[in-house]
């Protein structure tokens, strides 16, 4: 079992920024990854971190604005979100992968076994 628990999310003007944070705890993960949903569309990809490494994957409508991070001492990660748009708004959800054979797939909601309750980012134009 993974618990995953989101926080950081609120109200921001277009421009700002927000740190987002994803406190981890049970089972050890390979990867943790941030996706998105905003009302009435699908959940999307954002952003993945493998646990070990580091390596760091970025959809290409934040490439350039966000960076992942993750702290493995404090087992979080992190979503540094900077130039935000209004189309950023969204609820902003982590998940965790731990099966080896899903890693290829993360950039898709499949790979991901465990999930956080989301937190609201509202970005005002």
């Known amino acids: 079992q993974v618990q995953l628990v989101e926080s950081g999310g609120g109200l921001v003007q277009a421009g700002g920024s927000l740190r987002l944070s994803c406190a981890a705890s049970g089972r050890t993960r390979l990867m943790m990854g941030w996706f998105r949903q905003a009302p009435g569309k699908e959940r999307e990809f954002v952003a993945a971190?493998?646990?070990?490494?580091?390596?760091?994957v970025y959809a290409d409508s934040v490439k350039g604005r966000f960076t992942i991070s993750r702290d493995i001492a404090k087992n979080s990660m992190y979503l540094q979100m900077n130039s935000l748009k209004p189309e950023d708004t969204a609820v902003y959800y982590c998940?965790?992968?731990?099966?080896?054979?899903?890693?290829?797939?993360?950039?898709?909601?499949?790979?991901?076994?465990?999930w956080g309750q989301g937190t609201q980012v509202t970005v005002s134009s």
């Open positions: 971190i493998t646990w070990s490494s580091g390596l760091t």
């Open positions: 998940g965790a992968c731990t099966d080896i054979l899903a890693l290829v797939r993360v950039r898709e909601i499949s790979a991901y076994d465990y």
